[in-house]
Structure formats: structure tokens, C-alpha cells
């Protein structure tokens, strides 16, 4: 080989390993390149999506099946049908309504009534004490409304028979029969009361909303809470704030309370007006009693009168108690949380259910 050949071959060799230095030279000093991210998987085919205003809120819904999970949540194509939907967030009211699915390709809607006095609820407000609470899957309230209603109710019948039986008799068996007609007329106020408290509840109840809904997806609203706003409605029907913000047992029980102790003054009073009537009844024996029969006589009037006055005493200590816990129920609306309510736990625990799977779900909120 001459020597030019030899310097042809060395002069290529060099620009090769050259070209190659510069190559893992550029190779460092270019910026690492990013790993292609995969599209966001897409809905199962008929797949409905429910989302939220706010965003990010408790979504809970209960029919044939039950699910529970944080919005936007996917529901298969089998969810058809009627299903009680909750939304709950931070801040905000638990709204709880009713909605259709018709299915795949078809659109969602409310079949309950949406926020604000309308025809529908001002009828359903006319229903039987507990009746729309009960309609409205709000079992607490319904529970102790309903139990409230009939109990009144029940008393009402009650007397009414007593007297109708007693009316006619003569003597001191007819005046007793105006014991009855008394207790009749109060238990009607106070059924008639829980009647009026029944309505309002109904009324001032929050309500689910839908503001979008296609084939595909559904927006449900729950309307914000304010301080003064849970004020007045534990002012206007004792727990229906602590209800609003979530506090469903919390406010069963402050409702149950006022009832409870307004009950027990109407049996107070029902019980005074009887002994009211023995005692009159004593003291006209007394007035016609012989000598011999003064000191018994004397006696029953005694008697009756020391019953009058423990039985009124008691009728002033049951209206107190009845101010106490309506004032306190009131004391306590101000203290319920509007940051977040009872059902948005930072960390929670959810069984889900559906026609062909079955799990627990973990919710982490941060």
C-alpha cells in the first residue's frame, strides 16, 4: 500500500470517530426527552358521568343499587331506572333528590322537585305529618314526624269517644264528660301544629338540581350553606338547620325533643283540667255535706287541692323545658360546621355495589 493510500484511509477513520464524539457529545447536552403519555381512558360504551357543582362532592346513589363515590362519577350502562341521588360538599347543603336513567342513549331527568316553592312541594307539604320526609328518603325526620302525627291523631279519636259516650250522662258523669271534649280540643292543637311544622319542614328542605344533562353526563347542584341561613330554619322547625348541613340524626333529635316535650304539657294540661273537675266536684259535696260527712268531705277538697297546685307547677316546669330545648336547638344550629359536613371525612371507607360487581372503595380528599 503507498503511502497516499495510507493517508486517505487515517484522514477517514478520523472524521468517523469525529462524527461519533459529537453525536454522544450532542446527545448529553440535548434535554431527555418525555415519555409520550397515554390518552386518558375513555368511558365504557353507554356509560353515564355525574358531575357536580361544586366540584369534587359526595356523590351517593341508592335505588336497585347503591354507590358511593366522589365527583365525577361513572355509572355503567346498567344503572337504569329510578335512583335517590345525594350531593353533599364542604360548605354546602346535603340536597338529596330523585332521578330517572333512562339508560344508554337516553337523557337523564329529575323526577323530583327541584328548589324552590312550587306546585308540587306546596301539595306535598299538605301530605300527613312525616309523609314527605318519608317520600324524600329522609327516614330521621319522617320518623319522628310521622310518630308525632299519629300519636295526636290517635288522642284526638280517643277523646272523641269518650265523650261522645259520656255527653248525655247525668250528673257529675256528664261534667266529666267536659273533661274529654277538653283533652280533644288540645291534642287537635297540637296535631294540627305538628301538621303546620310537617309543611314548613317540607318547604325549606334543600333540594337537588340539575343544571346540565345530556346522554352522556349529568351536572347536579346542591345550594350553599350560610350561618344565618340554618338560624332560621332550626328558628322555624326545630333541627331543620342541623339537617341541612348533613346533621340528619342530630337534627331528628332536636325535633324529636320540642315534640316530645310539648306532648307531655298537653297530657299535663289534659290531666289538670280533670282534676280541676274532681276538685269543683268535692267541694260542691262539701257544700251539701251533713255534719257527720264535713270531715271526709273536707278532706277530698284538701286533697284535690294539693293536686291542683303540683299538677300546675308541673305544667309551668314542662313549658320551660319546652323553651329550653327549642332555645337550645337554636344555640346549637350556630355551631354546626359549614366547612364540612359529617359525610365528607378526609379519609372514608365505601362499599359499592352494582347489578355485576361488588367492592369497597377508598376516598382520600386533600
Known amino acids: 500500500m503507498t ?26 447536552l440535548s434535554p431527555p426527552a418525555r415519555a409520550q403519555q397515554p390518552p386518558p381512558p375513555a368511558g365504557a360504551p353507554g356509560a353515564m358521568i355525574i ?36 350531593a353533599q360538599a364542604p360548605g354546602h347543603a346535603a340536597a338529596e333528590g330523585v332521578i330517572y336513567f333512562p339508560g344508554p342513549g337516553g337523557v337523564p331527568r329529575l323526577l323530583s322537585d327541584p328548589s324552590g316553592l312550587s306546585g308540587g312541594v306546596f301539595v306535598k307539604s299538605l301530605y300527613f305529618p312525616g309523609a314527605a320526609a318519608l317520600l324524600g328518603h329522609r327516614t330521621y325526620r319522617g320518623v319522628v314526624l310521622l310518630t308525632a302525627g299519629v300519636g295526636g291523631l290517635g288522642a284526638v279519636v280517643r277523646d272523641q269517644l269518650e265523650y261522645s259516650s259520656k255527653k248525655d250522662d247525668p250528673g257529675f258523669e256528664g261534667e266529666r264528660a267536659l273533661d274529654f271534649k277538653y283533652a280533644r280540643d288540645r ?40 350561618r344565618s341561613g340554618l338560624l332560621v330554619r332550626s328558628i322555624l322547625v326545630p333541627g331543620a338547620g342541623q339537617d341541612c348541613a348533613g346533621q340528619s340524626i342530630r337534627g331528628a333529635a332536636w325535633l324529636g325533643g320540642v315534640l316530645l ?7 299535663a294540661g289534659e290531666s289538670h283540667h280533670r282534676i280541676q273537675t274532681k276538685l269543683a266536684e268535692a267541694q260542691g259535696l262539701l257544700a251539701t255535706a251533713s255534719p257527720a260527712e264535713l270531715a271526709d268531705r273536707q ?21 320551660l323545658s319546652t323553651l329550653a330545648i327549642y ?40
Open 327 to 366: 332555645a337550645a336547638n337554636v344555640i346549637d344550629a350556630g355551631f354546626v360546621r359549614l366547612g364540612e359536613s359529617p359525610g365528607l371525612a378526609k379519609v372514608s371507607l365505601a362499599p359499592t355495589f352494582g347489578p355485576r360487581r361488588a367492592g369497597i372503595s377508598l376516598n382520600l380528599r386533600y
Open 187 to 226: 291534642w287537635m292543637l297540637y296535631t294540627g301544629g305538628v301538621w303546620a311544622l310537617s309543611a314548613v319542614d317540607n318547604v325549606i328542605h334543600p333540594r337537588l338540581d340539575v343544571i346540565e344533562s345530556s346522554p352522556t353526563r349529568i351536572t347536579v347542584r346542591t345550594p350553599g350553606l350560610t
Open 261 to 267: 316535650a310539648g306532648a307531655a304539657y298537653v297530657t
Open 3 to 28: 503511502t497516499t493510500e495510507r493517508s486517505s484511509t487515517s484522514v477517514a477513520r478520523a472524521r468517523l470517530l469525529a462524527a461519533a464524539v459529537l453525536a454522544v457529545g450532542l446527545g448529553f
Open 51 to 86: 358531575q357536580s357543582s361544586p366540584q369534587d362532592a359526595t356523590i351517593a346513589v341508592r335505588g336497585a343499587s347503591d354507590i358511593v363515590g366522589i365527583s365525577p362519577l361513572e355509572l355503567g350502562p346498567e344503572w337504569t331506572g329510578r335512583y335517590a341521588v345525594t
Open 299 to 319: 278532706a277530698d277538697v284538701d286533697h284535690f287541692t294539693k293536686r291542683e297546685d303540683d299538677s300546675k307547677r308541673l305544667m309551668d316546669k314542662l313549658v
